[in-house]
């Protein structure tokens, strides 16, 4: 069974600060999605990491990914209130599967003046 | 596109009646999932769909069921709710390999309360 741990769960941070959300997955899989929730609101889809080393940067968001420890990294620099919301981090099982996804149980931000 | 619409919103269900949650997607993915959402809790796996005519069972299948009869729609069907079944509901869609391969696309979700 693929399992799926993001830590920290809840995360209150100032703005303009930096901080790092992990995720941790069981099995070998062959690639990770980072997804964002806001209260109420969908899902949206932030990044997708295909290979290991594999690094990707969308504003004041960076994430990361090294198979080999099965490790993903969310890098959040100078937080600004705007993204306070749900992370999501989710692992694609195999064709099996239909490639459905697993997902932590997701990192709470809270981006406070 | 509208991408991946979900009926109704919100829905009161009382205790042993059914009912069925519709989803249609228009970007033409073979890929199609279920998936349900508690509080503090991530989104798990109710059943998917790999395209028409084909559904498998996910990790919480127990009382839902679904059929796929064409590519566009994949409704979720409740029967007989109980008060477990109180969560928010998501279909989510994606296309079938290319580098997006499994990329998946969610709707805006369906709410539902049983009591």
């Known amino acids: 069974e693929l399992k799926v741990e993001q830590n920290p769960l809840f995360l209150s941070m100032q703005e303009g600060k930096n901080y790092t959300i992990y995720c941790n997955y069981s099995?070998?899989?062959?690639?990770l999605y980072w997804y964002r929730q806001d209260p109420g609101k969908s899902l949206e889809s932030l990044f997708v990491?295909?290979?290991?080393?594999a690094v990707k940067q969308e504003g004041r968001l960076m994430a990361s990914l090294d198979t080999k420890a099965r490790l993903s990294t969310l890098h959040i620099t100078a937080a600004v209130h705007d993204l306070s919301a749900t992370y999501f981090c989710?692992?694609?099982?195999?064709?099996?599967?239909?490639?459905?996804?697993?997902f932590g149980k997701g990192t709470s931000l809270l981006v406070t003046p | 596109n509208a991408g991946v619409t979900q009926t109704p919103k919100f829905r009161i269900l009382k205790i042993g009646q059914s009912m069925t949650l519709q989803c249609t997607q228009d970007m033409n993915h073979n890929y199609m999932y279920w998936y349900r959402q508690d509080p503090g809790m991530g989104l798990k796996l109710i059943y998917y769909?790999?395209?028409?005519?084909?559904?498998d069972k996910g990790e919480v299948p127990n009382g839902y069921n679904v059929s796929r009869s064409t590519t566009e729609d994949f409704p979720l069907r409740l029967e007989l709710a109980a008060p477990s079944q109180t969560s928010v509901y998501f279909c989510?869609?994606?296309?079938?390999?290319?580098?997006?391969?499994?990329?998946?696309?969610f709707g805006p979700g369906t709410r539902l309360l049983v009591l």
């Open positions: 989710a692992v694609s099982s195999n064709s099996n599967s239909g490639y459905a996804l697993n």
């Open positions: 769909s790999v395209g028409a005519g084909i559904t």
């Open positions: 099995t070998t899989s062959d690639r």
């Open positions: 989510a869609s994606s296309a079938q390999g290319g580098v997006l391969r499994g990329t998946q696309y």
């Open positions: 990491l295909l290979s290991n080393g």
